[in-house]
């Protein structure tokens, strides 16, 4: 199985893959890399032929930390891909993903206790977090208000100096300000309140170090503060792993290695945090979490929504059927050099299908997406999808109505 994103022997980067490959060479390939200490890698898939069908199978690097970029229009299979390589980084060794779900389509990563595709996996609904795992930067933006306004730097310095929203709260009624500009901040702040993400209690780094994959499920949050979430997590992963890489290395690189298994953050819809007060955190991530072994894997429908940086940083992308011409061009914009043709020409036409570019090993690769072990829960209701019992009540309550009989309306 050759691996995207990994450069070195084991990789079998230095070739040109074109689907063709004998069993023999793929046998000879498997008895290879079985004879050496095995990384943590992840199933994507197979590659797809010339001739459109599946080739060889194809894995994902899940050793090294990575920037990686799933993106396509809605239905093309982008989600089900997040929850795919999602189920591979939880099969990994060493390996702690998280999972930031702001639709609730990942709980199915939890979903198949007992059976043979059963992965370690909790949910937690209405996550929380400290409001002082923000920057205090942050806070005018996240509440509504220009951080240069009087209510907006008030705010500010309420979180500077607090360490809980309750704290920020007193520190507005006893600021020296006129009494309009502290009744505007408490009436933000209380707006903050309202949407009980905040708690002096609530998730930090440590709890998603564990040997489960950890889904938080912000269906039904609102963007703003499903955005802190995200901030909070990002940025708590990020100076976990570089406070963590500092003490096990006190003298460098030859020094003891860090037992922390290292995070993957899955971010689905990213779009709407790329454009919140996550922002900052998520570029963090991307352009500084390579040192400390903080991976980042965004998906979205809107590549031309999200910030040039997330689209020049990273190093694996995972491009489904597009469509908008905006989308297209952001792609085309970011396209590599070692690309053959362009990326329009490249994109797939097939739900389920990708085109896969590895920055590490400069190939781009035609793939299939696998089948998810686990349950996915992004389809869209049908109404044809209607049970035979609820058509079965339908007949019964038309025979009462032709026998006179009376029903509730809401039965």
Not at 51 to 65: E, F, K, Q
Not at 216 to 242: F, H, I, K, T
Request: proline share 5%.
């Amino acid at each position: 199985m050759q691996v995207l994103g990994r450069k070195g022997t084991d990789s079998w980067s230095d070739r040109q893959d074109t689907g063709d490959e004998s069993e023999a060479e793929n046998e000879s390939r498997d008895a290879a890399a079985e004879s050496r200490t095995p990384r943590p890698t992840g199933r994507l898939g197979t590659y797809r032929a010339r001739d459109g069908s599946d080739a060889a199978p194809v894995g994902i690097d899940l050793d090294s930390p990575h920037a990686a970029l799933v993106v396509g229009k809605r239905g093309s299979g982008k989600s089900y891909t997040l929850g795919v390589l999602a189920e591979a980084a939880a099969r990994a060794h060493g390996v702690a993903p998280v999972v930031v779900d702001p639709m609730g389509v990942f709980s199915g990563l939890a979903a198949n206790e007992g059976s043979a595709a059963e992965i370690s996996a909790t949910v937690v609904r209405n996550p929380t977090v400290a409001a002082d795992t923000l920057p205090a930067s942050s806070w005018p933006t996240l509440v509504g208000l220009d951080a240069e306004s009087p209510v907006g730097a008030l705010v500010w310095q309420a979180a500077s100096e607090s360490s809980s929203l309750a704290a920020m709260q007193t520190h507005v009624a006893d600021a020296n300000a006129t009494e309009d500009v502290r009744r505007s901040a408490r009436n933000h702040l209380e707006l903050a309140e309202s949407w009980g993400v905040f708690d002096s209690d609530g998730l930090v780094a440590a709890d998603f170090l564990g040997d489960e994959v950890t889904v938080l499920d912000l269906s039904g949050v609102a963007d703003a503060p499903s955005n802190a979430v995200c901030a909070a997590v990002a940025g708590g992963l990020y100076e976990r792993r570089v406070s963590s890489a500092s003490r096990a290395n006190p003298k460098g690189p030859e020094g003891p290695k860090d037992s922390t298994r290292v995070p993957w953050l899955f971010v689905d819809e990213a779009h709407v945090f790329f454009d919140g007060v996550a922002a900052n955190a998520l570029r963090t991530v991307l352009t500084r979490g390579r040192a400390p072994g903080v991976s980042l894997v965004a998906a979205t429908q809107r590549p031309s929504a999200l910030p040039d940086v997330a689209l020049s940083q990273a190093d694996l992308l995972v491009a489904h059927r597009l469509t908008m011409q905006a989308d297209v061009d952001a792609l085309t914009a970011a396209q590599p050099t070692y690309l053959a043709g362009t990326i329009r020409e490249r994109l797939p036409t097939r739900t389920g299908d990708a085109l896969v570019v590895d920055d590490t090993t400069e190939s781009a690769h035609a793939v299939r997406i696998r089948e998810r072990e686990t349950a996915h829960r992004g389809g869209s209701p049908r109404a044809s999808q209607f049970t035979e019992a609820g058509r079965e009540h339908g007949s019964k309550h038309r025979q009462l109505q032709a026998a006179g009989g009376r029903t509730s309306r809401h039965g």
